[in-house]
């Protein structure tokens, strides 16, 4: 069996369109693994189950949502134009307080 591994411009893509409420989050890992892109891809995932996980909170606390908006731009970006392990361990999701 060949495993095809997509582009990471494809999950920034698709992540973007989960964001928007056009895919569930199920759909989005039905279609990207969360071994998709090795170490990288549990960086990415560990973000967004906080942010997934966060909805609640961004609607009770505009500077949360705020940062957590913020820090998922910058993840679509380095996704779309690359990045290193650490950029992508720099990206969190968590309050810095």
């Known amino acids: 069996?060949?495993?095809?591994?997509?582009?990471?411009?494809?999950?920034?893509?698709?992540?973007e369109s989960k964001v928007a409420g056009r895919i569930s989050v199920e759909k989005l890992q039905e279609i990207h693994p969360r071994d998709e892109f090795g170490k990288v891809s549990k960086i990415i995932w560990g973000n967004l189950d906080r942010y997934f996980s966060d909805s609640d909170a961004r609607e009770k606390d505009s500077q949360y949502a705020h940062m957590q908006i913020g820090e998922m731009r910058k993840l679509v970006k380095l996704m779309e134009t690359g990045g290193s392990l650490e950029d992508f361990s720099a990206i969190t999701f968590v309050s810095r307080r």
């Open 1 to 15: 069996m060949t495993t095809i591994i997509k582009p990471m411009t494809e999950f920034a893509a698709d992540l």
